[in-house]
């Protein structure tokens, strides 16, 4: 298979935060094309350690330039743990050793091909996973970096093959905070742009809701002329934006302005179905069996983007049918005296409220227990008054300490105990539970037979799922 120009005299790549989902899809790529991989990260258990075991890709704990023995040919690093600052880029950077971000590296595996760029504040993740599920039963053998762990039935969520078509979420944060705040998805250089919402997220690089539509309209103006932009218009952000649009343009909803209309959405337990309206031609019969209108939307994006490629409704429907989920979003973890428990990446309001909405239309006899644990202080400082009104659908709320970014300096004042105060003038039942211990002991106490949990937040909450389980069979 052909390597990417790029990566033509690379036989073995240093990935500095290797663990992180989209640097892992990214090493994956690499191995696929015969590339020796190795890297570093932190000691913390993440959702991507068994795969990397799997594919026998070694890597060391922490950062230290000592790891860069062998010499490796390029270093890839994540936007965390100091990003272009890490200690071992620096050195790599005195040895003249190349050197690419994460999002520098998405936009050039992928600059050979037809790019599929997915860009949105939620279901970015999903959406690409539904188009690569898609492509791949359509035999177009594509190649994608997406970032979740894992994707079912694919399996692993990167990588690299001889079709035409590159799958990859593009993000809307900066290549490395306070060195390059060039924004990563600009390094992705697609045929097509989906988007699926757009939102006032990233407060710390984007004041206002304002400043993030107009970094996403620059973004969509990079569409070539023989390509097309892929727009929710159910999203009023993101139909504001897309007004007058000088490019190819097909938007989608359930709103009677849009070119693709969602038609007669119908739920059973573990599956919906829908139709699509599409200049006056009917497509019915479309099955999903991931659950929320979210990702009938979703599913509505993946199936104008096959056809835009030219793949048939029947092989289109037969793909979204076959498509099980992605880790981390609403994921089954376990059942344990008839009570269940579900996982979710969710940690922007809307995210939350969608995935709720998900819950009830799958459980609606079911009490719904959350427990969050909220991700930065800047986001939940800045979208506070969001948050405190998000759980309106769910029974019980539990929200625990907050997850700092190693990027963050201070707490800016805010803290869990706070937001559940402002959160129990809209909700009887809000609870703050410091961590682990505090959550589960709590539980013990409060579950009943038959309810539903689910931990939200895109923090290390998913390490507790044995424990939460093993505590409630006991």
């Known amino acids: 298979m052909k390597k990417p120009d790029f990566l033509k005299k690379a036989k073995h790549i240093h990935f500095v935060g290797i663990k992180g989902v989209g640097m892992t899809a990214l090493a994956l790529c690499a191995q696929d094309l015969g590339i020796k991989v190795g890297g570093c990260d932190i000691g913390e258990v993440f959702v991507t350690d068994r795969i990397l075991k799997e594919r026998k890709i070694k890597w060391n704990v922490g950062f230290d330039p000592v790891h860069l023995q062998p010499k490796p040919d390029l270093v890839i690093t994540t936007g965390a743990h100091g990003g272009l600052k890490n200690p071992e880029v620096l050195v790599a950077k005195k040895m003249s050793i190349p050197i690419l971000t994460q999002a520098q590296a998405f936009g050039k595996f992928m600059s050979e091909k037809d790019g599929i760029s997915v860009c949105g504040v939620g279901g970015k993740s999903t959406t690409a996973s539904m188009i690569a599920t898609v492509f791949s039963h359509a035999q177009r053998k594509p190649s994608y970096a997406i970032g979740v762990a894992e994707i079912k039935p694919l399996g692993v969520a990167g990588k690299y093959t001889s079709g035409k078509e590159f799958i990859a979420e593009a993000d809307e944060y900066v290549n490395s905070l306070g060195v390059d ?22 407060p710390d690089v984007y004041p206002s809701i304002k400043e993030t539509k107009k970094t996403f309209k620059k973004f969509f103006e990079t569409i070539p002329s023989g390509g097309l932009l892929v727009a929710c218009v159910d999203n009023s952000n993101v139909e504001d934006v897309v007004q007058k649009f000088p490019r190819p343009l097909q938007t989608y909803g359930c709103s009677s302005q849009a070119n693709w209309q969602v038609k007669k959405i119908d739920s059973a337990p573990g599956q919906f179905s829908f139709k699509l309206l599409y200049r006056g031609e009917i497509f019915d019969q479309i099955e999903i069996k991931v659950p929320g209108k979210f990702n009938v939307l979703n599913a509505t994006a993946t199936f104008i983007v096959a056809r835009f490629f030219g793949i048939s409704p029947k092989l289109i429907k037969e793909g979204l049918a076959k498509f099980g989920g992605t880790k981390r979003r609403f994921e089954f973890i376990g059942e344990t005296g008839k009570v269940k428990l579900y996982d979710d990446y969710a940690h922007h309001p809307k995210e939350i409220k969608a995935t709720l909405e998900a819950a009830k239309t799958w459980f609606p006899q079911n009490r719904i227990a959350v427990i969050f644990q909220p991700h930065t202080y800047s986001r939940t400082k800045a979208l506070f008054n969001e948050f405190a009104r998000t759980f309106s659908l769910a029974d019980l709320v539990i929200i625990t300490d907050i997850y700092a970014s190693a990027r963050e300096k201070d707490d800016l004042g805010i803290n869990s105990q706070v937001l559940v105060k402002e959160a129990s003038k809209y909700h009887p039942q809000v609870i703050y539970k410091r961590g682990k211990k505090e959550v589960i002991e709590f539980l013990k106490k409060k579950i009943k037979f038959g309810d539903i949990i689910f931990t939200m937040g895109a923090g290390d909450i998913f390490l507790w799922h044995q424990n939460i389980l093993k505590s409630l069979k006991n």
């Open 181 to 202: 705040n060039r924004v990563k998805f600009f390094f992705q250089h697609p045929k097509v742009i989906v988007v699926t919402n757009i939102e006032h997220d990233h």
